[in-house]
């Protein structure tokens, strides 16, 4: 266990969006449909692998004064083209994910391996670690997705698995959890559940709470 | 020149600069194309879908369904002067584009704006069905502030130009579970068959507050309400008594019931 492999460690030992709570937005927003959550995840991996490569191959040239520039800049030419070819080839996912896709630039995570990670490793291991990152990201986004899909409509990927009480059936549709703090709920029950498991990610609280000042006796 | 001097940070920047939007001006031009034919298709499907032209099963491939769309007789209409034709090609004409141009829309007076609009485009491009050489049906675009954006959709009129033939919403941005109901099929549903008009110019259409009892007076003016979406069903009725009202395509239709209007024979010809 102690060598960290960057494929497989971010999955659940380092997974970015429970262990470091980067990328929250995007699984609130999207997860209300299992198709969205897994083109979201997929954009995001895309991205991630792109902007590693590109800023590990020039991390020797870059000056650091305006490494975060060019960071930023590369993150940002990369999910515009991203969302450029979902525009055109996957329309209707695109318009479901509206501007969640532009807004990959502002997932703390891609600068955050970009930084983290391609700024010092080779290629090789940004690629790996890009993946890594993004499929622990999946992980994530698809299970919360799986679960709110399935009891807010009863469906998963858009085909009905239980018929809901409002077109004739027997399964009553949960509106909370289609609904954006459902996504909080069920992050922080699963962040729970990893804790528990992983000890060692447990944090140390910010602060002890005070001792009551005991009464005295006079 | 040391890695970390002002001139070497500069070059770097330009250098990603020019690399960079080098490849997203790319992408953006080279897609472009495939991302307006889209357009074209999703409008295609969403007219189509309530001209009644669409075959049963609802498979069609795209060349045969923009095929179908560009046989239908679209018009850009002149909504003010309610006149069934104008200067634009239906097809390159831009409705939201003409929404926010002074020069070819209008203000909506604050006490007919129900619908919160602003302002609203003079012209809008409609679509016509005949048979027989009649009207039979025509497909109106309609829009109005929802809860938390615009919602746009169609409504289509049988011959009478009184009963709702189709409704869709292909732009919203209701609440999920909520107010999305008003894009879901077993809603729209709902709306064939109900009259906007009794006898008068009056929009009598609404979104009732509950469920519609199928004999109760009145019911052929009513949809059942939306389970906890009150704002998006007042939105919808506030947007239908706009746009069937004197502001809206009031003039027009009154004018096709007046005079009904003749196919044209130039769209005879392309039909047969």
Known sequence: MSIQHPLTTPLIKENPLALRVLGVCPALAITNSLTSALIMSAALTVVLIISNTIVSLVRTLLPSSVRLIVQITVIASAVTVIDQFLKAFLPDAAARLSVYVALIVTNCMVLGRAEGCAMKEDVRTSILDAIGNGLGFSLILIVVAFQRELVGKGSLMGYQIFEPISQGGWFPENALVTLAPSAFFIIGVLVWAIRSWKAEQREEPDFKPIPLPRKEKR | ?272
């Open chain 2, 1 to 272: 020149m040391t890695k970390d001097s002002p001139i070497r940070a500069l070059l770097t920047v330009l250098v990603t600069a020019v690399v960079c939007s080098f490849f997203v001006s790319g992408s953006v031009v080279l897609l472009r194309p495939i991302q307006l034919n889209n357009k074209l298709l999703e409008r295609s499907g969403n007219v189509l879908a309530l001209t009644g032209q669409l075959p049963a099963g609802g498979e069609i491939g795209d060349e045969a369904l923009l095929d179908l769309f560009k046989s239908l007789d679209a018009r850009v209409v002149d909504i003010d002067e309610a006149e069934l034709g104008s200067e634009f090609d239906p097809y390159t004409f831009d409705g939201r584009k003409a929404a926010a141009d002074p020069e070819l829309s209008v203000a909506v007076p604050s006490a007919e704006d129900i619908a919160s609009l602003g302002r609203r485009s003079s012209y809008k491009t409609i679509y016509l069905v005949w048979k027989d050489g009649q009207l039979d049906r025509i497909v109106l675009p309609i829009r109005g502030a929802g809860m938390w954006s615009m919602l746009y959709g169609y409504i289509s009129l049988e011959s009478d130009l009184n009963t709702i033939a189709g409704v869709m919403f292909y732009e919203h941005n209701e609440t999920p579970g909520l107010g999305d109901q008003i894009a879901k099929p077993h809603w729209q549903a709902k709306w064939i068959g109900k009259k906007l008009y009794e006898d008068t110019d009056d929009v009598l259409f609404h979104v009732a507050e509950g469920p519609v009892a199928a004999g109760a007076s009145g019911a052929e003016y009513q949809v059942d309400a939306l389970t906890g979406a009150t704002i998006t069903a007042n939105a919808v009725t506030a947007l239908v008594q706009y746009w069937f009202g004197p502001h809206g395509y009031g003039p027009l239709l009154q004018r096709l019931r007046d005079q009904p209007p003749q196919k044209p024979a130039e769209a005879a010809g392309q039909e047969s």
